[in-house]
């Protein structure tokens, strides 16, 4: 008889006291990425009952993480974006703010601009003639995406497309080396030649063929009136365009106004998705032989939140219409995709409070903008006399002159006297010194916590403010940027064959996104803060 050698022996042992080899899971031919531009946790809990579409199919077959936060301070669309796209928070990514003061350019700068790029625009001049604002790209988000790892270490590369009306939305989801990434202007479809040299054929054709905001004349409840919760007309919503505060809204027009009509509507959001479907069947996304990723950032919930709060029917509107946008989604995916061959989550950048002026026996208020600013140049001018001593007070970040940080770090108590009497201003809870915010794990409490994660030297301000609770800065309906649950708490939900349905309780965060599909689809993020979800997924 013929003889084994013995390193087959060993092997063929080895096989069966292990049993049978499992065959390993099929990745799944596409990652999809929803992210809904200020979306509260509770907005499921409280209007989720009268959805039917995709939001509703989300909830209820979906992986419900119900406890996710967003643990930093700086909740602004921005930094959520990149935290979802990433996997890693800002003071690691860099993505601080929506616009930082830009200390050796002497301006403050959106945290996608790239002034050695340019615009390409699809369709039409604008209707005001303008050209197209400054370029945009990934060159200041300092982590790699899932999309850019999958890009690096899935053979074949993928096909990665990201959509949104907002530039910051579409470019921290898609990272550095996209196919396509494409967003709204205010007044054209546009990429950036950091993306595409030209204009990208069936984007141009698809926008030519559609013009934003022909769709509807008007914008009006999509269920009776009766059905919504709450007033129509509640005290302080601050609508735009001479919009008043009940319904219907005018849409139609001529000119840049109507165009910014249709973008604060929920048609913006609706179109959007059409431009998916066009990207999925042009491009055939998902039916490769590789994984492709989609990213879609809505925005509808923000303007609208921002204008008219959280409680009012338009907002409880555009939620309403989304689901059914949602639902469309699904059902193309499901129809081109196949239902057990692509996996989907949605996530929030961050909630929103609710108007302080409908809180009532509640402690809130607002401080408009400029007695912010008068307050932080009073406490800066009693300190170290008449001067420019504040270079830029953007959102809750206070940036120092130069000469006015040499100044107070030279005098004794100067820094802490400071602190103190903004500290005084109504609304104002804390001020906190960048320097002792460089390192979380050295944070002394959860709010300085929650602000180490946000910080990142050169970018963050000297000083950062922190709300009361249900107080706001500036002269919006409602607002972010806290600590606080109304801003912190969010949906995260995942979709797909290996997700296994139902709602899970215990720690999660949107950061969590780009590990657990990364693990699904066999790459790794490796400055990650978010966890792969074990939990959740189903054996293969």
């Known amino acids: 008889m013929r003889s084994v050698c013995r390193p087959a022996l060993a092997l063929v042992l080895a096989g069966a006291l292990a049993g049978p080899v499992r065959a ?17 946790a509770d907005y ?20 419900w993480l119900v406890d996710a936060r967003i643990p930093y301070i700086e909740t602004f669309t921005c930094p959520g974006h990149a935290t ?6 800002p003071h690691i990514h860099g993505m601080v703010l929506n616009r930082w003061y830009d200390a050796a350019r002497g301006a403050i700068i959106d945290c996608t601009d790239d002034p050695g790029v340019t615009p390409v625009v699809h369709g039409p001049a604008a209707p005001d003639g303008r050209h197209a604002r400054a370029g945009e790209s990934a060159r200041n988000l300092l982590a790699l995406t899932l999309a850019d790892q999958m890009k690096a270490h899935l053979t074949p590369a993928p096909r990665v497309v ?8 579409a470019i921290d989801l898609a990272g550095h080396k996209p196919d396509v990434v494409v967003w709204f202007d205010g007044q054209r479809w546009v990429s950036s030649t950091a993306f595409t ?11 030519r063929a559609h013009p934003p905001g022909a769709e509807a004349p008007t914008w009006k409840r999509l269920r009776p009136a009766a059905t919504y919760l709450n007033a129509d007309d509640a005290p302080e919503e601050r609508p735009p365009f001479g919009w008043g505060r009940i319904f219907p809204h005018p849409i139609a027009g001529k000119g840049a106004t ?12 609706a179109y959007l998705l059409d431009l998916a479907l066009a990207a999925l069947s042009e491009l055939k996304l998902g039916q490769g032989p590789s994984t492709d990723f989609l990213a879609l950032g809505f925005s509808s919930t923000d303007y609208v939140g921002h204008t008219f709060g959280p409680r009012s029917h338009e907002l409880q509107d555009v939620l309403a219409r ?9 059902a193309a995916l499901d129809a081109q995709v196949g239902p057990g061959r692509y996996v989907l989550a949605l996530a929030s950048d961050h909630g929103t409070s609710d108007v302080p002026e409908q809180t009532a026996g509640h402690d809130g208020g607002r401080v408009p903008a400029a007695d912010v600013r008068a307050g932080v140049v009073r406490a800066l001018t009693a300190e170290l006399g008449p001067g420019s001593h504040l270079a830029a007070l953007v959102e809750n970040d206070i940036y120092l002159s130069p000469p006015a940080r040499n100044a107070l770090a030279a005098k004794a108590g100067a820094l802490d006297r400071v602190r103190a009497a903004i500290r005084a201003l109504p609304g104002v809870a804390d001020v906190l010194d960048g320097r002792e915010l460089k390192n979380p794990a050295q944070a002394k409490d959860p709010v300085r916590h929650a602000a180490a994660l946000s910080y990142f030297p050169g970018r963050s301000g000297d000083l950062i403010m922190v709300h009361r609770r249900e107080w706001l800065f500036g002269d919006l309906a409602s607002n972010h940027g806290s600590p606080y649950d109304y801003d912190q ?4 939900l995942f979709l797909g064959a290996r997700f296994k349905p139902g709602r899970r309780p215990g720690p999660a965060s949107p950061a969590d996104i780009a590990p657990t599909l990364g693990a699904l689809v066999g790459v790794q993020l490796p400055r990650a803060e978010g966890q792969v979800h074990q939990e959740i997924l189903a054996a293969p």
């Open 84 to 89: 979802a796209g990433t996997g890693t928070y």
């Open 162 to 169: 990201s959509l949104s009306v907002k530039a910051r939305a």
């Open 44 to 63: 499921l809990e409280q209007y989720g009952a009268a959805w039917t579409g995709g939001l509703r199919r989300l909830m209820d077959h979906g992986a």
């Open 489 to 492: 708490r969010v949906p995260l």
């Open 258 to 269: 109507a165009l910014e009509r249709w973008v604060n509507s929920p048609f913006s959001d």
């Open 24 to 40: 390993q899971p099929a990745r799944p031919r596409l990652v999809v990425v929803v992210m809904v531009d200020q979306m509260r």
């Open 322 to 330: 989304l689901d059914l946008t949602v639902g469309k989604l699904l």
């Open 197 to 207: 040299l030209r204009p990208l054929p069936w984007v141009e054709a698809f926008v």
